[in-house]
């Protein structure tokens, strides 16, 4: 019966969050846009308790190029990029926001953690251009299956599955499956056999 119920109640807020979310996906698929989808990510990302829960969870569903039912969006969390894709049983916890990124299944990602379109999303290279004008180089950001990062985080760079990022980490290169990795830069203290 509580299957049943809970079917009902994601089916009724999958369809009041349709239209918000299908014209946001038609409208970056016709222009290339992700005007409306930011916005609503936003807008979707302040409401509380478990009702805002369902409805982040639905309109990324609709929205991503992948996302599962599963997946929980705790309050004041939200994704930049469209093109971010999302495994199944994945938790992202307040107030964390995932720029361009593939995360894989099972990731519980803290409070409060960054994950960055790369490390170069700034790109301030060159100084004849002001700092407003300059393009930024996303990097698709790959986080493994099974992986925990810690509150206060910033992700920078791939993490390998199975791996447990400490808390106010900062992973500005690449880290290995497997292992515990704290501090900043973000270093592997231990092996997870």
Known sequence: MKKIISFIYDSIIFIIVAPFGYLSKLIYLLFGSSILFDFFAQFFSLMPGFIGSTIRTCFY?????KSYMDVFFGFG?????IE???GSGVIINGHSTVGL????DGVVIANFVSILSGSQQHNFTNPDIGIL???????RIIIGNDVFIG???VVMANIGEK????????VAKEI???VIAVGNPAKVVKKRN
């Open 133 to 139: 004008d300059e393009e930024g180089v996303y990097i």
């Open 176 to 178: 290995e499956s497997h």
């Open 84 to 86: 971010t894709r999302i």
């Open 77 to 81: 969390s939200f994704i930049t990029k």
């Open 61 to 65: 569903k609709q929205t991503l190029s």
């Open 163 to 170: 791996t447990i990022v400490g808390a106010g980490s900062i």
């Open 101 to 104: 990124a593939d995360i894989g």
């Open 151 to 153: 509150d206060h985080s």
